[in-house]
Nanobody, 125 residues
Framework: QVQLAESGGGLVQAGGSLRLSCAASGRTFSSYTMGWFRQAPGKEREFVGCINSSGGSRSYGDTVKGRFTISRDNAKNMVYLQMNSLKVEDTAVYYC??????????????????WGQGTQVTVSS
């Protein structure tokens, strides 16, 4: 069983930055693609981005491309989401997720097996 724990959420003004962290349990963290998703009230879960097992490839959702950056530290079992130029519409609960084995990268929530509890990000105008 893998456990994921997000941290770093909070309240920030539009134009500001936040860095989310996700700590993962398990000895094989470096074997899996990791992803970030978000969900705003009344909306469906949205793909933010993902990073492959080695950290050499990344993919981002269109709404965050150029503003958000995903990174990982396999030695520490950590994955990060650096969010810059935040907008009010970025307000959501952000979730870290671990992909199913063999998934290189995917924006489909069903391709992810384990999920964290989420961390709230609120961007004020």
């Amino acid at each position: 069983q893998v456990q994921l724990a997000e941290s770093g959420g909070g309240l920030v003004q539009a134009g500001g930055s936040l860095r989310l962290s996700c700590a993962a349990s398990g000895r094989t963290f470096s074997s899996y693609t990791m992803g970030w998703f978000r969900q705003a009230p009344g909306k469906e879960r949205e793909f933010v981005g993902c990073i492959n097992s080695s950290g050499g490839s990344r993919s981002y959702g269109d709404t965050v491309k150029g503003r958000f950056t995903i990174s990982r530290d396999n030695a520490k079992n950590m994955v990060y989401l650096q969010m810059n130029s935040l907008k009010v519409e970025d307000t959501a609960v952000y979730y870290c997720a671990q992909a199913r084995i063999g998934t290189s990268y995917s924006g489909v929530a069903g391709d992810y097996r384990y999920w964290g509890q989420g961390t709230q990000v609120t961007v004020s105008s």
